[in-house]
């Protein structure tokens, strides 16, 4: 047996990195019947047959695993937002950013395009929430030295609107990538996707990182109970607050007494952070227990 990660997931193919050399891999049959599959970013143990390939016998506990896209044991979200063409929406980055919470995973926000717009107000919005913010410039170069060693050591996922830089971004950090860049339509102001299937490269600066599909590919299976329960948590700057509201069970919308909203009212949380939670109160909101799906 040999340990290893797996690096990128095909049709069927699990292809494993170990310490020699990178092997093709098919699945136990049991995984199946177990109701588990392998995800790009698991260590493995694999029962090597010779020529390269394998069958992947375990699967070892996971940090975390998301639905879509399909990877497991993230250590940090690096998310990729602009305020030039095309503009991020804010609430796309609370999304992402409240599920990464619940699973334990951190958040670097990169304002990329900062030549064209230095994305001021959402520097202001996400450094005063906490958030490692960092801008940056896919076509300059400018920050992403600064980036480095935040990610080296670490597997991160990279995500953002299509369109964002995310592959342009990855190129620039390492020269040895050639990544397709999409274009951006004129007409939609948004990027065409490039990233087909989930993938682990890493890069020379010592990081191990996931390119994959953008905002819109973390679906509805991430919006679940559990993030429903946690909701007000998943806001790192809502915490410590939580303690302070006049009712237990506060939902903090639009209660009296509630030291959530005292504290939107008073700048210490910015207003469009609680926006974005109350957007996702709501999309939650409808979910009963007996529709969690077992897993």
Not at 94 to 113: E, H, P, Q, Y
Not at 184 to 203: C, D, N
Request: aromatic share 8%.
């Amino acid at each position: 047996m040999v340990q290893g990660r797996i690096q990128k997931a095909l049709s069927g193919f699990y292809y494993v990195q170990t310490e020699g050399e990178l092997l093709t891999c098919r699945a136990r049959g049991k995984f199946r019947k177990e109701g588990v599959s392998p995800l790009v970013g698991d260590w493995v143990e694999v029962r090597e047959l010779g020529n390269g390939e394998g069958f992947v016998e375990s699967i070892a506990p996971r940090h975390n695993a998301f639905v879509r896209p399909a990877v497991a044991n993230i250590d940090q979200l690096v998310v990729i937002a602009s305020a030039a063409v095309p503009k991020t929406d804010p609430f796309l980055i609370d999304r992402v950013a409240a599920i990464a919470s619940l699973k334990a995973c951190g958040v670097i926000l990169l304002l990329n395009k900062c030549d064209l717009d230095p994305a001021d107000e959402l520097y202001r919005i996400y450094s005063a929430a906490g958030f490692q913010t960092l801008r940056v410039s896919a076509e300059t170069g400018e920050g992403l030295e600064v980036l480095k060693p935040l990610i080296s050591g670490k597997l991160s996922a990279f995500t953002g609107n299509s369109g964002v830089g995310k592959s342009s971004i990855l190129n620039r950090l390492d020269d040895t990538f050639h990544i397709q860049v999409g274009e951006i339509s004129a007409a939609l102001g948004r990027g065409r996707h490039t990233t087909r299937h989930v993938e682990l490269y890493h890069l020379s600066c010592g990081a191990d990182v996931v390119d994959s599909p953008g905002f819109s590919s973390f679906e509805t299976e991430e919006l679940n109970l559990q993030l429903k329960h946690h909701l007000p948590e998943a806001f790192r700057e809502f915490r410590p607050y939580l303690d302070g509201c006049r009712f237990i069970g506060c939902s903090h919308t639009k209660e009296k007494g509630c030291a959530v909203l005292e504290a939107v009212k008073n700048g210490g949380i910015q207003k469009s952070r609680h926006e974005s939670y109350i957007r996702l109160y709501e999309e939650l909101k409808p979910l009963q227990d007996w529709q969690e799906k077992k897993k």
